[in-house]
C-alpha cells in the first residue's frame, strides 16, 4: 500500500533562517501529495498540493515540488517566521479508486527568536 | 468555507464502555474520514467512506465501527473502549473525482479511556 515518509520529527530553527522538511512516498499509482499544518490545539490544515511533476507550488511563503523520479514533495521557506512554529505533515492519495489519504509521522517545526 | 463539526469536543470514557463519536459536514462532500492522532505516529487512517451507507477500513481499523447513515453523518463507534484508544480523533471531509482532494478537518474530539 501507500506510504509517506517523514525523516525528521524535530527541527529547531533560529527566525530567518531557511527550513526544508523532507518527505518521500511511495505508490505504484499516480501521486496527489499535500503538505498539511498544524498549530498548537488546532485541526490540520492545508498549506499545498501538487500532482503535476517537476512543477514547484507555493503558499504563504511556503513551497515544494513534486519529483516523481525521486518520490519527493519536500517543503522549504526561504525564511522562517516564530509563527511558522507547528506540526507539518506530509500527506498521499492517489488514482487507484481506494479513495484513501495516508499521512506521514510528521515534523514539528520550532522557530526560536 | 467548508465546515465540518465533530461531537463531543472531549470525553472520558471507562474501559469497556460503548463511545460513539460524531461527524456532520455541509460541505455537499462525497468522501469522510476518521483519524486518530498519537504522539510519534501522526495521523493514521481507521475507517472512511465514500458514499452513504457504505464505509471502508483503513490503516488500524481493528477495535472501532463506522456508521454513514446519510452523506452528511459520519459516527466513529468503540463498542468495547479500552486504555490504548486514548487519543485525538478527527474527522475529515473532500470532494474528489476517483480519488480525494483536499481535506477539510474538523476541530478534533479528545477521547480518554480510564
Known amino acids: 500500500g501507500d506510504s509517506v515518509t517523514q525523516t525528521e520529527g524535530l527541527v529547531t530553527l533560529t527566525k530567518g533562517l531557511p527550513v526544508m522538511l523532507n518527505c518521500t512516498y511511495q505508490t505504484t499509482y499516480s501521486p496527489f501529495l499535500f503538505w498539511y499544518v498544524q498549530h498548537l490545539n488546532e485541526a490540520p490544515k492545508l498549506l499545498l498540493k501538487s500532482s503535476t511533476d517537476n512543477k514547484r507550488t507555493e503558499h504563504q511563503g511556503f513551497y515544494a515540488t513534486l519529483h516523481k523520479s525521486s518520490s519527493s514533495f519536500h517543503l522549504q521557506k526561504s525564511s522562517v517566521q516564530l509563527s511558522d512554529s507547528a506540526l507539518y505533515f506530509c500527506?498521499?492519495?492517489?488514482?487507484?479508486?481506494?479513495?484513501?489519504?495516508?499521512f506521514g509521522t510528521g515534523t514539528r517545526l520550532q522557530v526560536l527568536p | 468555507e467548508a465546515a465540518v463539526t465533530q461531537s463531543p469536543r472531549s470525553k472520558v470514557a471507562v474501559t469497556g464502555g460503548k463511545v460513539t463519536l460524531s461527524c456532520h459536514q455541509t460541505n455537499n462532500h462525497d468522501y469522510m474520514y476518521w483519524y486518530r492522532q498519537d504522539t510519534g505516529h501522526g495521523l493514521r487512517l481507521i475507517h472512511y467512506?465514500?458514499?452513504?451507507?457504505?464505509?471502508e477500513k483503513g490503516d488500524i481499523p481493528d477495535g472501532y465501527k463506522a456508521s454513514r447513515p446519510s452523506q452528511e453523518n459520519f459516527s466513529l463507534i468503540l463498542e468495547l473502549a479500552s486504555l490504548s484508544q486514548t487519543a485525538v480523533y478527527f474527522c475529515?471531509?473532500?470532494?474528489?473525482?476517483?480519488?480525494?482532494?483536499?481535506?477539510?478537518f474538523g476541530s478534533g474530539t479528545r477521547l480518554t479511556v480510564l
Open positions: 467512506s465514500y458514499v452513504a451507507d457504505s464505509t
Open positions: 500527506a498521499l492519495s492517489d488514482t487507484s479508486n481506494t479513495n484513501k489519504v495516508v
Open positions: 475529515a471531509s473532500a470532494s474528489g473525482q476517483g480519488y480525494a482532494e483536499t481535506l477539510y
